[in-house]
T-cell receptor, first 113, second 114 residues
């Protein structure tokens, strides 16, 4: 069964600190992996997308890594800001068909001053 | 704003009533997706259109749910005889070009069934 699991479920950090969110997946055949940021009451917004051959990608203070062999990904946030408070969702796309996206449950990050 | 828009943003209804949501995708995006998201969970796929053709439906989409995209542009999602379990955020996303391209999400419609 195609699944995406994220940890931790929730995280509280102080402003300015770094954090790392984890994603494990069992999706096959794998197409790509995305990290989305979802503010409360809003739709998800893409942060990064990585294909099988990519093992790291950055978008400002966000850096995503991918290990296709172990089927693990991480999202590292540096110098956190209050505006980083949101849910971060790992999404894996399977090849074929209609580009089915398998979503993780997300990690809810709270950045406190 | 040229992003994906959804209306209404919030809908409160009584159990047994019918509701209809609308999604306007990014102009010229040929693929449109509907998802349902419950609290603390990631979105779950409901259905997918390529232009006006509905090509895939999830088992989550019971016979009380129907979606249309009559002219290949905006789409509607109707829920008949709503149940409390239908309470969720309903998200729409659109994309253009090859399968695998990024899906752009709308802000969602939050449905509360009393």
């Amino acid at each position: 069964k195609n699944q995406v699991e994220q940890s931790p479920q929730s995280l509280i950090i102080l402003e300015g600190k770094n954090c790392t969110l984890q994603c494990n997946y069992t999706v096959s055949p794998f197409s790509n992996l995305r990290w989305y940021k979802q503010d409360t009451g809003r739709g998800p917004v893409s942060l990064t997308i990585m294909t099988f051959s990519e093992n790291t990608k950055s978008n400002g203070r966000y850096t995503a890594t991918l290990d296709a062999d172990t089927k693990q990904s991480s999202l590292h946030i540096t110098a956190s800001q209050l505006s980083d408070s949101a849910s971060y969702i790992c999404v894996v796309s399977a090849t074929g068909g209609y580009n089915k996206l398998i979503f993780g449950a997300g990690t809810r990050l709270a950045v406190h001053p | 704003d040229t992003g994906v828009s959804q209306n209404p943003r919030h809908k409160i209804t009584k159990r047994g009533q019918n509701v209809t949501f609308r999604c306007d995708p990014i102009s010229e995006h040929n693929r449109l997706y509907w998802y349902r998201q419950t609290l603390g969970q990631g979105p779950e796929f409901l259905t997918y259109f390529q232009n006006e053709a509905q090509l895939e439906k999830s088992r989550l989409l019971s016979d009380r749910f129907s979606a249309e995209r009559p002219k290949g542009s905006f789409s509607t999602l109707e829920i008949q005889r709503t149940e409390q379990g239908d309470s969720a955020m309903y998200l729409c996303a659109s994309t253009l070009g090859p399968i695998g391209n990024e899906q752009f999400f709308g802000p969602g419609t939050r449905l509360t069934v009393l």
